[in-house]
T-cell receptor
């Protein structure tokens, strides 16, 4: 059974600071996803990582994938309040996605 | 980009009634759609995989007689919550797999409240 673990589950950080969210998974997979969810909303796709060493960046967010370590990171640079949301990583198993528990991020002034 | 819609976006019903939720892929064909459930402050849990023209595959612990899934066309899957009870209150999110690129796209979700 594929397990996906995220940490931390809760993160409160000041504006302007940097931080990293980690996502570990238990078995090999060909794709890893990062999503953002705002309260009461569905998922917004952030990144799809396909291969070992893949790195993608969009604005203040950068995601990377190490398939050998079965680890992905989502790095936040110089956080701003608008980044406050819940972030999920998900790993594909067959066609379905297995989600981590999510990281609830709060960026404070 | 690929768009998935859900209808209704929210529904309130009385305990014991049935509720149908539709999931449509608007600009692509999807032989496979997925139904997820999300309780407050929790992650998404896969309930079932819906396959066009065949029976759905349910995850362990999900009652197939309670959550009826129909995938009658390449663009539409429906989830019917039968004899709903307050514990079925949740956020139901569908996703559809685009045949062209093998990627999943998520719908906006349906908030179900059972009184």
């Amino acid at each position: 059974e594929l397990k996906v673990e995220q940490n931390p589950l809760f993160l409160s950080m000041q504006e302007g600071k940097n931080y990293t969210i980690y996502c570990n998974y238990s078995t090999t997979s060909d794709r890893l996803y990062w999503y953002r969810q705002d309260p009461g909303k569905s998922l917004e796709s952030l990144f799809v990582l396909l291969s070992n060493g893949a790195v993608k960046q969009e604005g203040r967010l950068m995601a990377s994938l190490d398939t050998k370590a079965r680890l992905s990171t989502l790095h936040i640079t110089a956080a701003v309040h608008d980044l406050s949301a819940t972030y999920f990583c998900a790993v594909r198993s067959g066609y379905a996605l297995n989600f981590g528990k999510g990281t609830s991020l709060l960026v404070t002034p | 980009g690929a768009v998935v819609s859900q209808h209704p976006s929210w529904v309130i019903c009385k305990s014991g009634t049935s509720v149908k939720i539709e999931c449509r892929s608007l600009d692509f064909q999807a032989t496979t759609m997925f139904w997820y459930r999300q309780f407050p402050k929790q992650s998404l849990m896969l309930m079932a995989t819906s396959n066009e023209g065949s029976k759905a595959t349910y995850e362990q612990g999900v009652e197939k007689d309670k959550f009826l899934i129909n995938h009658a066309s390449l663009t539409l899957s429906t989830l019917t919550v039968t004899s709903a009870h307050p514990e079925d209150s949740s956020f139901y999110i569908c996703s559809a797999r685009d045949l062209a690129n093998n990627e999943q796209f998520f719908g906006p979700g349906t908030r179900l409240t059972v009184l």
